[in-house]
């Protein structure tokens, strides 16, 4: 579950000056989305525990599952695919090869979609740390379930112009697109929670292969893992 500015400042009894205040010097978790900070519940509550905050009332409560609890991420990665070694000048022909990729869509729709990823303003990038970032069409783009997808694109080299919040250099790429307005936030959030697990990070250091490295992703989200037969892992 992800919360705005506001959001967590209610929650704490804070102003939101202090709020930003704490992620620029004290590591409050968070992710960029737009011209929006957005704080994913659980790391807020592990953040705040590690300070003596206390965060467990308002909109730091326990919700309700997620929405996206519902989605089959490894589908959604199994859709967009593992794109290894991709150089940065080379990143929009990727995404519009991604996205032509799209099932039952029709040429039209393929073609806007692809103007608009690769055009300046087309993505937003949403920098999370850890050499990763979470682009996404910068304008709404829900063409419904069938059309979702998670694409992992590793670049050979960093990508220009695109700070992460702890300085590392951006070269892995968690593409998405939501099926639904109001899964947007919780696709964020799910990935953004497998990033910062580390499970995804320690096997593409380990050069894994794209089964294994699914397969992480996927655990570090906290969902189970489907296997090819039907079960769950």
């Known amino acids: 579950m992800y919360l705005n500015l506001i959001q967590i400042a209610e929650s704490f009894g804070v102003s939101e000056q202090l709020v930003i205040e704490w992620v620029r010097n004290e590591g409050m978790p968070h992710v960029h989305d737009r011209d929006r900070i957005l704080f994913e519940q659980d790391q807020v509550m592990t953040w705040a525990a590690r300070n ?3 965060a467990n009332t308002g909109f ?6 997620a929405l996206a609890s519902n989605l089959n991420l490894a589908a959604l990665v199994r859709r967009g695919g593992i794109w290894r070694d991709v150089t940065p000048g080379d990143l929009p022909g990727v995404l519009e090869r991604i996205v032509r990729g799209l099932p039952g869509v029709s040429a039209a729709v393929h073609d806007m979609l692809a103007r608009r990823i690769c055009s ?3 993505l937003t990038m949403a920098p999370t740390g850890k050499g990763f970032a979470l682009p996404h069409p910068a304008r709404g783009v829900f063409l419904g379930e069938a059309c979702a997808l998670v694409a992992l694109i590793l670049l050979s080299g960093p990508l220009e112009g695109v700070k992460g919040p702890d300085a590392v250099p951006v070269t892995r790429l968690l593409f998405f697109i939501s099926p639904t307005p109001r899964l ?6 799910l990935l953004a929670r497998s ?3 580390g499970v995804l990070s320690t096997a593409l250091d380990q050069a894994a292969d794209d089964e294994t490295v699914l397969q992480a992703l996927v655990e570090g989200s906290g969902h189970a893992v489907p296997l090819r037969s039907g079960g769950r892992r």
């Open 60 to 65: 730091l409560a326990q919700p309700t599952p």
């Open 195 to 197: 990033v910062a697990s």
């Open 184 to 189: 947007h936030v919780d696709m964020l959030g």
């Open 52 to 54: 003596g905050l206390a």
């Open 120 to 122: 300046p303003e087309g």
